[in-house]
């Protein structure tokens, strides 16, 4: 008989072997004691124990931030919650084991069920998380936008029709009615009923936008242009007031003569860079276009000779003009001047700035009887060579109602004080002077003007060769002190005034300026001093732009341009 010692080892050895060969089952579970973890090492040899390792590998997962810490007691564990967390408010679970999903082996229809994988603690849902109610207030929005644009898919049409045709107005003054209003017909039948409204093609500029430049034109292309030009002018131009075309080389005058059989309420007609315009479209224009005012033909080519035959036949009707300076333009100004506009209010007559031929002769004594209502007067970039009248002993009123005089030149002008007052005798409500690059002007023949309440006077001596030549001039102080109460805009560029003299010009605006309606005010490489810069700045509260570029005799870091008050104001800073 064997010992109990020597069953209790045979026992022993016994319970060893069946722990070891638990493993090797599948399926059946053996009481006892759990078995040990075995290494997860792979083994090329037993295929059954690497499934077992990848699946036990897999159970490893990166534990959960907790909301709450874990604190040993004296007899107890005490579990805490972390107020900082953001998890704050909700209580600590046990984690509830989940099942496993079934899985199907490969080539076999029967489900074997597989152990389930440890997962670590999860996390508590919290109750007030901000991130979590932000996802779900985006999820609602957008489920409400797509509810809305499902069953409203065509909220254009719900809007009311004046609405859009004030929406369609702000822009179009911006951006014009062609082709936006053409392209926003197209949208829906609401859209195409606002976007025909006469009220929206009283003003139409249309550009040169069914061939690119350089390309000729086929005749498919002309035939579509001009049909529908046609159909525009039948159904969109009932109230068509001003009408522009630019950069048109052909069909100038079809579109001409459409808009004026068309358009009887036309009063403006704008060519810009346009050529071709025949004697016909004049024709059509005095027949068809009774209230037509304005003509403005800068840099168009055209027939002077039908030009002039309209002038002479409808010339009363016409209110402004205003053409480019040529060989052949001249007649117009001559045909002006005896008498073929008398209600005349605007006459511009200007040139290329790389023009050479810019002497325009011209009768300022003729000009003032033929057009004894002319409000503004241009002459741009042109030189004024004064002509004589035969019979000068008809006096004049000169120009009595002129409001803007215009010499403005980018060469030497050869006007003095005297022809300025042959001008300007009679004109007692003058109130914009733009005198720019007539540098044999001189201060006290502006201030023998009868205008007493000039608001802008343009003085500055741009691209003029004689620039920093000449010697210091003196009275810009008379001209400050005359129009200082009513002065808006001051330009005296370039204009060598002695120091001290601006310094008696500024001290003058600064006095006079009660109202505070001085607002430009450009001394762009003038001999200005931080005395008499600061004297002005100081006084005048109403100044949003300054130019002080070219400034010798002010400090570095203040010579440059001021647009807005706040600007001008650090200025003052940085003078004292």
Known sequence: MDSPESEAVGNSERGEDTATSTPNTSGQ????????????????????????????????????????????????????????????????????????????????????????????????????????????????????????CTTDHRWGENLPEEVLINIFQMVIVQDGAVPFLCRVGRVCRLWNAAASSPALWRKVTMGYCWLAPGKTQLPK?????????????????????????????????????????????????????CTGLTAGAFHSLGLHSQSLQSINLQYSEFQVEGLLEYLENHGSRIKHIL???????????????????????????????????????????????????LKTFRMLNVRPLHKMMRNSGDSTLGFPLLEELCIATTSCSYMTDKDLWDILFGSTKLRVLDLRGCSRITPSGLATLPCLELECLFWGQYFSSSVGLSSPKAGIHMVTQKWGRTMQQLDISNQLFTAEDLEMAMSNLAQATGTHTLRSLNLSGTRITPAALRCVISQVTALNYLNLSSCRYLPRGVKRIYRDQEDIHQLLDKLD
């Open 323 to 373: 053409f480019t300076h040529g060989m052949k333009n001249d007649r117009l100004l001559t045909a002006i001047t005896r008498g073929c506009c008398p209600d005349l209010e605007l006459l511009e007559v200007n040139t290329k700035l790389d023009s050479k031929e810019c002497e325009l002769p011209v009768c300022i004594q003729a000009l003032q009887i033929a057009c004894p209502k």
């Open 221 to 273: 292309t002309e035939k579509k242009i001009k049909d529908t030009f046609m159909w525009l002018a039948q159904n969109r131009f009932s109230q068509l007031r001003d009408f522009s075309l630019c950069h048109w080389t052909k069909n100038v005058s079809y579109a001409v003569e459409v808009v004026a059989q068309h358009c009887p309420q036309l009063h403006s007609l704008t060519l810009s860079y």
């Open 29 to 148: 579970e053996v009481g006892g004691p759990k078995p040990q973890k075995t290494s997860l090492k792979r083994t090329a040899g037993n295929p059954t124990k690497a499934k077992t390792k990848k699946l036990k590998k897999a159970r490893v997962s990166r534990p959960a931030q907790l909301g709450y810490t874990v604190q040993q007691g004296e007899d107890m564990l005490l579990v805490i919650s972390s107020t900082t967390s953001q998890y704050d408010g909700s209580a600590w679970t046990l984690p509830k084991k989940k099942r496993k999903k079934k899985k199907l082996n490969k080539g076999k229809r029967k489900t074997v069920q597989i152990k389930k994988k440890k997962s670590a603690c999860s996390k508590p849902r919290p109750d007030n998380n901000p991130v979590a109610s932000t996802k779900e207030e985006t999820n609602l929005f957008v489920q409400t936008t797509e509810r809305v």
